[in-house]
């Protein structure tokens, strides 16, 4: 089994009261549709947030058959504005 550890910020971070979550898959890279099915399926209160980003590497991913690894940097980043 692979480990995959995803940073939480903002709502979704208050949500779960936590960080991180950390997701436990067979395979060491899923595409980004995988991983958010799986995210949304293990923690059922992130999809309370209409929508987010997820972020590998510092990078915000938006391409659905964008791999991501188990060792990269994942982060899940509500909606948000600024000025």
Do not use: H, W
């Not at 549709?33 to 915000?60: D, M, Q």
């Not at 791999?67 to 000025?83: H, K, S, V």
């Amino acid at each position: 089994m692979y480990t995959f550890t995803i940073k939480l910020f903002g709502a979704i971070k208050a949500d779960l009261d936590s960080d991180q979550i950390k997701l436990q898959n067979s395979k060491e890279k899923l595409n980004l549709i995988e991983l958010k099915r799986e995210i949304g399926v293990l923690f059922p209160n992130i999809s309370k947030v209409s929508t987010y980003k997820v972020a590998v590497n510092s990078e915000i991913y938006d391409k659905p058959d964008r791999f991501i690894r188990c060792e990269d940097e994942i982060a899940l980043l509500p909606p948000y504005a600024g000025g």
